[in-house]
C-alpha cells in the first residue's frame, strides 16, 4: 500500500489549517454588566445611571476568505448528502423490486396436476318432499 499520497495530503491539510488560524483576527469589544447581580450584558452604558463596570471582550473575528471557505464546505457537504440520499432512495428500490420478485414464487408450478376428484357414491336417495295441503282459514265470529 502506498502511504505517499495519504502523507501529503494530511500534510496540505495540517498547514492549510494553521494558515486559516492566522489569518483570523483579534477584537475586542466593551460590555457594560447592569441588572441585579450584573447579569445583564449590554453593549452600551446602563440606562437606569448605575455606575456599571466596563469590560473589555476580545474575540476572534474570521477572514473573509475563512467565511467565504465555509459557506464552500457547507454547499459541498449539501449536495453531498443530496447524492447519499438519492443513493440511499434507489438502493431501498432495487431492493424491493428484488424482494417482490422473490415473494412471488409459485411453489405449485413445476408440480404434477392433480386428478379432479370423483364425486362419492350415493348409496341411498330420499324421496323429494311434497307440499303440505294448507288449511283453510276460519273467519272470526262476528257475533
Do not use: W
Not at 32 to 61: I, M, W
Not at 69 to 77: F, H, R, S
Not at 103 to 117: E, Q, R, S, T, V
Amino acid at each position: 500500500m502506498n502511504l505517499a499520497p495519504a502523507l501529503l495530503l494530511s500534510t496540505l491539510l495540517i498547514t492549510a489549517s494553521f494558515s486559516a488560524q492566522a489569518q483570523t483576527e483579534t477584537r475586542s469589544a466593551t460590555i457594560y454588566r447592569c441588572g441585579p447581580d450584573s447579569r445583564e450584558l449590554r453593549d452600551h452604558p446602563c440606562p437606569t445611571g448605575t455606575q456599571a463596570k466596563a469590560e473589555q471582550v476580545n474575540f476572534a473575528q474570521p477572514s473573509s476568505s475563512q467565511i467565504q471557505a465555509a459557506q464552500n464546505q457547507t454547499i459541498e457537504t449539501a449536495i453531498q448528502a443530496d447524492q447519499m440520499e438519492q443513493d440511499r432512495l434507489h438502493r431501498e428500490a432495487h431492493e424491493k423490486r428484488h424482494a417482490a420478485k422473490a415473494g412471488a414464487i409459485d411453489g405449485l408450478a413445476g408440480a404434477p396436476k392433480a386428478k379432479p376428484a370423483k364425486p362419492p357414491q350415493v348409496t341411498q336417495l330420499k324421496p323429494p318432499k311434497t307440499e303440505r295441503p294448507r288449511k283453510p282459514r276460519t273467519q272470526p265470529n262476528a257475533g
